[in-house]
T-cell receptor
């Protein structure tokens, strides 16, 4: 089992729709959770961080964390073609030493 | 000045060459990282420096040698690389270890 799992996609949504990106993780002791966006040929850029259960909203982005289910998600409202990118989930693992583990990413395609 | 700057952006080297990648951060952060990103694989953490002390080395082959002379600069010295080392090498920094990371634009390395 991978430590951080994401559906590789591509996830295709129409412009204006809500895009839902999901991530599961294996270490119950994980403490911090991050979403990064990576455009093709570019480096990752931080979108959101979340540390406690529940929702955290920032503009069109909402991160959701459920530690009991070991699940973190990112919702993008009113999706725009410029949101088309790969979204990386990253988890700060507690077991075996603090270490940030990245998922392989989900490719999102927003159709105009 | 952008937050995290990497040079060169592209590098082609033969297997017998010696080269160095450079990273500089202007964010006043105390931790710096080297990551490797290969096609269709998750980001792999190679090295972590915190307050100029190497705190993590994830079983990286000795043909990769990091150097952190101060909290703003990080180098990755390369020698006798293999074609499978071709990848995007990303530098990142964070305020403290394992907090939100900010990435440089990466060096696209090709070993021929």
């Amino acid at each position: 089992q991978k430590e951080v799992e994401q559906n590789s996609g591509p996830l295709s949504v129409p412009e204006g729709a809500i895009a839902s990106l999901n991530c599961t993780y294996s270490d119950r002791g994980s403490q911090s959770f991050f979403w990064y966006r990576q455009y093709s040929g570019k480096s990752p850029e931080l979108i959101m961080s979340i540390y406690s259960n529940g929702d955290k909203e920032d503009g069109r982005f909402t991160a959701q964390l459920n530690k009991a289910s070991q699940y973190v998600s990112l919702l993008i409202r009113d999706s725009q073609p410029s949101d088309s990118a790969t979204y990386l989930c990253a988890v700060l693992r507690g077991a075996g030493g603090f270490k940030t583990i990245f998922g392989a990413g989900t490719r999102l395609f927003v159709k105009a | 000045e952008t937050g995290v700057t990497q040079t060169p952006r592209h590098l082609v080297m033969g297997m017998t060459n010696k080269k160095s990648l450079k990273c500089e951060q202007h964010l006043g952060h105390n931790a710096m990282y080297w990551y490797k990103q290969s096609a269709k694989k998750p980001l792999e953490l190679m090295f972590v420096y915190s307050l100029e002390e190497r705190v993590e080395n994830n079983s990286v082959p000795s043909r990769f040698s990091p150097e952190c002379p101060n909290s703003s600069h990080l180098f990755l010295h390369l020698h006798t690389l293999q074609p499978e080392d071709s990848a995007l090498y990303l530098c990142a920094s964070s305020q403290r270890r394992n907090t939100e990371a900010f990435f440089g634009q990466g060096t696209r390395l090709t070993v021929v």
